[in-house]
């Protein structure tokens, strides 16, 4: 891409940060995500469970998160590109919310599965 700036750590930090500050504020499944992962973030570490098993539940839920992201950059792409209905538009829509959908799924089939071995 030509009009890409150079790489400059503390400024790419800066751009991720914006995007994650603009994808909160105007993506309501992102925000309710974050609420979501704050709430069992906070109730995991009561658990009577391993640090280890802790741990693998609290990354596992930035997962979701990650991959919501992801699918708000195809979202906003698709909609720069035609504000027309057109059905491989609404199929790239549907991909992006599919990917969702499994990583809760895996984050889901994860923490069964730290509970089931926690819990026996």
Known sequence: MKNQPKYKIFSNTKYALNGLADIYKHETSFRLEVYIIALLSLCLWFLPFSFASKSILQIS?????????????IERVVDLVTKDYHELAKTAKDAGSAAVFISICISTAIWLAVFVNELT
């Not at 839920?61 to 950059?73: H, K, Q, R, T």
């Open 61 to 73: 839920l930035f997962l979701p998160l990650l991959v919501e992201a992801i699918n708000s950059s």
